[in-house]
């Protein structure tokens, strides 16, 4: 079974500034995707970027990109230029890639990073 | 931009009790999940639906636990005779292909309130 570890409960940045969240996880196969999920306090969980693991650039999207380590299973999320908008709970997500089992698979999730952000 | 709904948004109902959690998906997804979020914990995988049928559940999803899709619009998680420990948030997510590139997208969830 896949799990997903995000180490830090919670982190802070100043507005303007980089934060780096880190996640981690096990799996014994070679074909799926990552993804971090945004979560406000108006709880709708909001996709902020993906990662295909056969790729070995790192997404990117707008100020939000990844550092994907395939062989150390390490999927970080860097924000530059944090805003206030972007004080939230973020969710590291794992996805076993469909072609192999024929049907949607589920995500599998960590336990999360709740970022706040300051003046 | 469709967005997934999920009504109501808070439940409170007595331990025993059944319970129906509605959702409507994004009107052309074929794809339907539901994921829990007990307070403080991460959010774990319930169940997948696709073609009146599910393609997956957890080892949460037991006998307690049904999914069904009435209509063409709604997808409904029912609870039999809930537990205290069924109070969590509760998501609806839908996507339009099975294929793991894309998206599942998200309902803003149900507070389930067992007392």
């Known amino acids: 079974a896949q799990t997903v570890t995000q180490s830090q409960p919670e982190m802070s940045v100043q507005e303007a500034e980089t934060v780096t969240l880190s996640c981690t996880y096990d799996?014994?196969?070679?074909?799926?995707?990552l993804f971090w999920y945004k979560q406000p306090p108006s709880r709708q969980m909001i996709l902020v970027i993906r990662q295909e693991a056969y790729k070995q650039q790192n997404a990117t999207e707008n100020r939000f990109s990844v550092n994907f380590q395939k062989a150390a299973k390490s999927f970080s999320l860097k924000i530059s230029d944090s805003q206030l908008g972007d004080a939230a709970m973020y969710f590291c997500a794992y996805r076993t890639d469909s072609i192999n089992t024929g049907t949607a698979s589920k995500l599998t999730f960590g336990t999360g990073t709740r970022l706040q952000v300051t003046l | 931009e469709p967005e997934v709904t999920q009504t109501p948004s808070h439940q409170v109902t007595q331990m025993g009790q059944e319970v129906i959690l509605r959702c409507v998906p994004i009107s052309n997804h074929l794809y339907f999940y539901w994921y829990r979020q007990i307070l403080g914990q991460k959010v774990e995988f319930l169940v997948s639906?696709?073609?009146?049928?599910?393609?997956?559940k957890s080892e949460i999803f037991d006998d307690q636990f049904s999914v069904e899709r009435p209509d063409g619009s709604n997808f409904t998680l029912k609870i039999r005779s809930t537990k205290l420990e069924d109070s969590a948030m509760y998501f609806c997510?839908?996507?339009?292909?099975?294929?793991?590139?894309?998206?599942?997208?998200f309902g803003d969830g149900t507070r389930l309130s067992i007392l």
């Open positions: 799996t014994s196969e070679s074909d799926y995707y």
């Open positions: 997510a839908s996507s339009g292909t099975m294929y793991s590139n894309q998206p599942q997208h």
């Open positions: 639906f696709y073609n009146n049928e599910i393609s997956e």
